[in-house]
């Protein structure tokens, strides 16, 4: 475990969606690339992490529902949270979502430098998470833009956001949120404060 606190817990969360062609192009090699990692097996869903509860600073939890990870150690890690709300998805609705989630696994194994994904269910005010750790932060927040267009899809305006921080891997975060070392005022949604 490093002992080196990150340069910066500020990732580019309202830089925006990159520009359409953009990202949908990323978004098209992603899933060749995905379905050819799907195909050979280097994609696994332990089930470790399933069940248990993540705190985060701003007094809401959400429950992992599914965990996906490639075998690739990271060389530059990086947590990587990003939020959202479904539009029009309520009670039994969010049932529905987390099954039909399992599609969209082409839309992110196959970016690169994914390593790993907890899936979150909806919290207390609907917002879904996923709590990531990629190789790279500016990969990571590529990422991040690249999928901005396809929740848009199904988001409620003006609640997509994402966060990186750079030089933490994210099972060290999970196991002591110190880590982090940011500025109180700036903890907020993404910033995870323990797990059940």
Not at 57 to 73: I, N
Request: aromatic share 10%.
């Amino acid at each position: 475990m490093s002992t080196d606190k990150p340069k910066s817990t500020l990732g580019g969360s309202r830089a925006g969606p990159l520009p359409a062609a953009t990202a949908w192009r990323a978004v098209a090699r992603c899933v060749v690339d995905s379905a050819r990692m799907l195909a050979t097996g280097v994609v696994h869903w332990p089930r470790g992490n399933v069940g248990r509860r993540l705190r985060f600073a701003d007094g809401t939890t959400g429950a992992v529902y599914r965990e996906t990870v490639v075998a690739v150690p990271p060389v530059e890690p990086c947590l990587l949270v990003v939020s959202f709300r479904l539009r029009r998805v309520r009670g039994r609705g969010h049932v529905l979502f987390r099954w039909e989630s399992w599609l969209n696994t082409p839309l992110f194994v196959g970016f690169p430098g994914f390593v790993s994904k907890l899936w979150l269910a909806a919290d207390e005010r609907g917002r879904y998470r996923g709590v990531y750790e990629w190789d790279g932060a500016d990969l990571a927040e590529h990422y991040a833009r690249s999928l901005w267009r396809v929740l848009a899809l199904v988001s409620e305006p003006g609640s997509i956001d994402f966060k990186v921080v750079p030089g933490l891997h994210r099972d060290e975060v999970l196991a002591d949120p110190g880590l982090l070392d940011a500025d109180p005022s700036t903890l907020d949604w993404w910033c995870p404060v323990g797990m059940s």
